[in-house]
């Protein structure tokens, strides 16, 4: 079993940065893909970054590309999504998830799941 907790959310202002961490407890994640995602309200939860087990491949959802920066240190068994310029649509609650399978997976069928974390972004 592995649970993933994130951190690192809160308000900032159109412009501003932030970066979110999720940690993995349970076993390693060294080999699991990893993902962020996020749900506004009244909206589904989409993928906003993925990551496969080795940090080679990575991909961004087309609204996040040039903006955020997804990494991850498997020497400390995290994942962090750095975000820039963050604009008033990017408010959402952003979760965190992991998959067993190594390669990147742009599905929402993880296998783990954080509670996720609100960003705010104020205009």
């Known amino acids: 079993q592995v649970h993933v907790v994130e951190s690192g959310g809160g308000l900032v202002q159109a412009g501003g940065s932030l970066r979110l961490s999720c940690a993995a407890s349970g076993r390693t994640v060294n080999d699991y893909a990893m993902g962020w995602f996020r749900q506004a309200p009244g909206k589904e939860r989409g993928i906003v970054a993925a990551?496969?087990?080795?940090?080679?491949?990575?991909y961004y959802a087309d609204s996040v590309k040039g903006r955020f920066t997804i990494s991850r240190d498997n020497g400390k068994n995290t994942v962090s999504l750095q975000m820039n310029s963050l604009k008033p649509e990017d408010t959402a609650v952003y979760y965190c998830?992991?998959?067993?399978?190594?390669?990147?997976?742009?599905?929402?069928?993880?296998?783990?799941w954080g509670q996720g974390t609100q960003v705010t972004v104020s205009s």
């Open positions: 998830a992991a998959d067993s399978r190594h390669g990147i997976v742009l599905s929402s069928r993880y296998d783990y």
């Open positions: 990551i496969d087990w080795s940090g080679g491949t990575t």
